[in-house]
T-cell receptor, first 111, second 115 residues
Framework: SQQGEEDPQALSIQEGENATMNCSYK?????LQWYRQNSGRGLVHLIL?????REKHSGRLRVTLDTSKKSSSLLITASRAADTASYFC???????????FGAGTILRVKS | DAMVIQNPRYQVTQFGKPVTLSCSQT?????MYWYQQKSSQAPKLLFH???????NEADTPDNFQSRRPNTSFCFLDIRSPGLGDAAMYLC??????????????FGPGTRLTVL
């Protein structure tokens, strides 16, 4: 069963703008992760936020987590053409040895 | 650099002809995973190994098998590929199965075409 649901499904913005992607999940978690996938490639881990954290930053990335609403958001600031990719949220299933991925958001940054 | 390597990157096989995809890692991670990803979909976990312990997903078809002869290598065997098995196959590793240290490291994937 799919744990994470993401919106929007697709997002197209101009270079320099900010991009926000949202993820909702169903069950209790101890962490939530975001991954990026460039076309035809494997996934790359971006950031992990633990359930006791509300916000985390990494470079131009900002992730928030609201466990009461079972939702997370990924903000990419000052986007670049190289940020064009699919972005997936992932949550652990069972004891954390498996990740369940959301359907992903396809981000296109136009230069 | 420590990494996850998948070979080949592109594999073409015929309907019903067995095929093996390989994955190796230099990260010395305990856990290795195989995912199937179809176009514009999320990766779907097929199975994973925690050390030598094999864990199959309930909905993984019997057509898919895996072997992990040592810590570094893991293989995905598709015994009789069907047209519906055409997909990207992703191998991933993680340091530990539990707690919060379950960040996964992915290989570049093998794109399988079934003719």
């Amino acid at each position: 069963s799919q744990q994470g649901e993401e919106d929007p499904q697709a997002l197209s913005i101009q270079e320099g703008e900010n991009a926000t992607m949202n993820c909702s999940y169903k069950t209790s978690i101890n962490n939530l992760q975001w991954y990026r996938q460039n076309s035809g490639r494997g996934l790359v881990h971006l950031i992990l936020i633990r359930s006791n954290e509300r916000e985390k930053h990494s470079g131009r990335l900002r992730v928030t987590l609201d466990t009461s609403k079972k939702s997370s958001s990924l903000l990419i600031t000052a986007s670049r053409a190289a940020d064009t990719a699919s972005y997936f949220c992932a949550t652990p299933r069972e004891y954390g040895n498996k990740l369940v991925f959301g359907a992903g958001t396809i981000l296109r940054v136009k230069s | 650099d420590a990494m996850v390597i998948q070979n080949p990157r592109y594999q073409v096989t015929q309907f019903g002809k067995p095929v093996t995809l390989s994955c190796s890692q230099t990260l010395n991670h305990n856990v290795m995973y195989w995912y199937q990803q179809k176009s514009s979909q999320a990766p779907k976990l097929l199975f994973h190994y925690y050390d030598k312990d094999f864990n199959n997903e309930a909905d993984t078809p019997d057509n898919f098998q895996s072997r992990r002869p040592n810590t570094s290598f893991c293989f995905l065997d598709i015994r009789s590929p069907g047209l519906g098995d055409a997909a990207m196959y992703l191998c991933a590793t993680s340091r530990d199965a539990g707690g919060t240290y379950n960040e996964q490291f992915f290989g570049p994937g093998t794109r399988l075409t079934v003719l």
